[in-house]
């Protein structure tokens, strides 16, 4: 009998990345709140990623088992919070990219820290499906997601 290893099941992830608009103004936006209970939940879900927020704007990276992961998009989705604008399905990984974060919350400081803070912006204003195929906001998304992973070791040092 050949014995799968856990390990090897679930080695391949799904994974998807959105932007919405806060509906929140900031000062009565809980972000820490969101982010630690969003944190506590995808452990439990096996959902890992990270989530950015910046001027009204919110990004999300969210992997894991494909099914978990499309569950708890259409969760966020109904979060009256914000209005989700841009959902990117971007397939899958053979692996996690990040493995250690269930939901590491990005802030500025995180980002200018590793000279980021202009990557989200950035890679917003491209993300128009009309202007731009999708093939295109895929590679976009796992270049910007590429990046923030090749920092993982400095954004852990808060
Ligand atoms: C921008 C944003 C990102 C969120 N990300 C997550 C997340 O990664 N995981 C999560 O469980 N909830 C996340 N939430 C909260 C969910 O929309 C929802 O409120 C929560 O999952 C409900 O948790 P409950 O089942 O404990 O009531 C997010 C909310 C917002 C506004």
Redesign the pocket.
């Known amino acids: 009998m050949i014995v799968v290893r856990k390990a090897e099941r679930d080695s391949r992830v799904f994974a998807l990345a959105y932007a919405?608009y806060?509906t929140?103004d900031a000062p009565n936006?809980d972000l820490e709140g969101?982010?630690t209970?969003?944190?506590?939940?995808?452990a439990s879900?096996g959902?890992t990623?990270y989530?950015c927020?910046d001027h009204g704007v919110?990004f999300?990276y969210?992997e894991g088992e494909q099914k978990a992961v499309l569950g708890?998009m259409d969760?966020?989705?109904?979060?009256t919070?914000?209005d989700v604008i841009n959902k990117v399905m971007l397939g899958e990984h053979e692996q996690r990219i990040f493995p250690d974060w269930s939901?590491r919350h990005l802030n500025r400081s995180d980002l200018r820290r590793v000279d980021l803070e202009n990557v989200l912006e950035h890679s917003l204003f491209h993300m128009d499906p009309k202007l731009y195929g999708h093939d295109n906001i895929v590679a976009l998304i796992r270049a910007l997601v590429a990046n923030i992973a090749a920092r993982q070791a400095q954004l852990k040092v808060v």
Request: no cysteine; glycine share 4%.
């Open positions: 919405s806060s929140v936006l969101i982010a209970h969003a944190s506590a939940k995808n879900l959902i990623g989530l927020y919110f999300q969210l708890l969760v966020i989705e109904k979060d919070r914000h939901m």
